[in-house]
């Protein structure tokens, strides 16, 4: 069982930046594939970025060139830096990694982006 926890969810202006943190029980981090998935009432959960084991990303055409993930192994946390913020970017972002039969997820934080 992995168990994930994000922080680092808040307010913010159009054009701002935060840093999402997701701490992950054990070595998953290192081992793992993990990303952000981001969701909105009413609508599906998307993904947003994932990081493989190896190190390779994958973002939504939507973020790129905005947001960034990475993680510290050290740490056993994965990160998501996100830049130049739009009001769509409004959410609650959930951390989860790929599990051998399931995602793991994390509980969400949540993301405002006035304009």
């Known amino acids: 069982q992995v168990q994930l926890v994000e922080s680092g969810g808040v307010w913010v202006q159009a054009g701002g930046s935060l840093r999402l943190s997701c701490a992950a029980s054990g070595s998953f981090v290192s081992t793992g594939t993990m990303g952000w998935y981001r969701q909105v009432p009413g609508k599906e959960r998307l993904l947003v970025a994932r990081?493989?084991?190896?190190?390779?990303?994958t973002y939504a055409d939507s973020v790129k060139g905005r947001f960034t993930i990475w993680r510290d192994n050290a740490k056993n946390t994965m990160y998501l830096e996100m830049n130049s913020l739009k009001p769509e970017d409004s959410a609650v972002y959930y951390c989860t990694a790929w599990g051998p039969e399931s995602n793991y997820w994390g509980q969400g934080t949540q993301v405002t982006v006035s304009s």
């Open positions: 990081i493989f084991s190896g190190g390779t990303t």
